[in-house]
């Protein structure tokens, strides 16, 4: 059983920065694919920054140059740090991982006040 679990939500003004924790019960080195999402009411998740086992990123055109996604493997724990905030990037992120199924943390919230 895969267990993902985020941390490092808050609520924090606009300009400011949080980074988000995933820790992944058992070796993250087995994913193919990590990757970060988030989700406000009413929208679909968005992808916000994926990492591949080769350590190459990418990221939607919405945080580029603002966010960062990275992992240590000997800690089991991918992150997303995110730097000049905006309100709208206020939402649930998740820690999504696949090896070959995909699997879900159960999110942590941000808040960016204007």
């Known amino acids: 059983q895969v267990q993902l679990v985020e941390s490092g939500g808050d609520l924090v003004q606009a300009g400011g920065s949080l980074r988000l924790s995933c820790v992944g019960f058992?070796?993250?080195?087995?994913?193919?694919?990590m990757a970060w999402y988030r989700q406000v009411p009413g929208k679909q998740r968005e992808l916000v920054a994926v990492?591949?086992?080769?350590?190459?990123?990418n990221y939607p055109d919405s945080v580029k140059g603002r966010f960062t996604i990275s992992r240590d493997s000997a800690k089991n724990t991918l992150y997303l740090q995110m730097n000049s905030l905006k309100p709208e990037d206020t939402g649930v992120y998740y820690c999504?991982?696949?090896?070959?199924?995909?699997?879900w943390g159960q999110g942590t919230q941000v808040t960016v006040s204007s």
């Open positions: 990492m591949f086992r080769g350590g190459s990123t």
């Open positions: 999504k991982a696949n090896d070959n199924a995909e699997h």
């Open positions: 058992g070796s993250i080195s087995r994913f193919n694919v």
